[in-house]
């Protein structure tokens, strides 16, 4: 069964940093782009940020200069280091990824279970 597993979520101070973690498991032959995007509670899920294949980034206004996105694509992880955290980054934080597999041989969209970052003094 192939699913996308985060980790690292946690608390911390405002100003402090974070790294989150999201590893594909699974019958994969290939992943395309992945990204992380975040859930406040009364909010919509809004994208933090996104990286191809090719490791072009996007990120979010509100987090531009103080996120990073990368991925090791050997492991199949992607990863998403946060620093200088604020309290309205306080989020659940889900991991999604274009991921083919030996299942169905095509490409499909899959998230995360999510990780809860909370920021609070």
């Known amino acids: 069964q192939v699913q996308l597993v985060e980790s690292g979520g946690g608390l911390v101070q405002p100003g402090g940093s974070l790294r989150l973690s999201c590893a594909a498991s699974?019958?994969?032959?290939?992943?395309?782009?992945m990204g992380w995007y975040r859930q406040a509670p009364g909010n919509q899920r809004e994208l933090v940020a996104t990286?191809?294949?090719?490791?072009?980034?996007k990120y979010a206004d509100s987090v531009k200069g103080r996120f990073t996105i990368s991925r090791e694509n050997a492991k199949n992880t992607v990863y998403l280091q946060m620093n200088s955290l604020k309290p309205e980054d306080t989020a659940v934080y889900f991991c999604?990824?274009?991921?083919?597999?030996?299942?169905?041989?095509?490409?499909?969209?899959?998230w995360g279970q999510g990780t809860q970052v909370t920021v609070s003094s």
């Open positions: 999604n990824a274009d991921l083919g597999t030996t299942t169905v041989w095509r490409i499909q969209n899959y």
């Open positions: 990286i191809t294949g090719s490791g072009r980034m």
């Open positions: 699974g019958s994969i032959f290939s992943i395309g782009d």
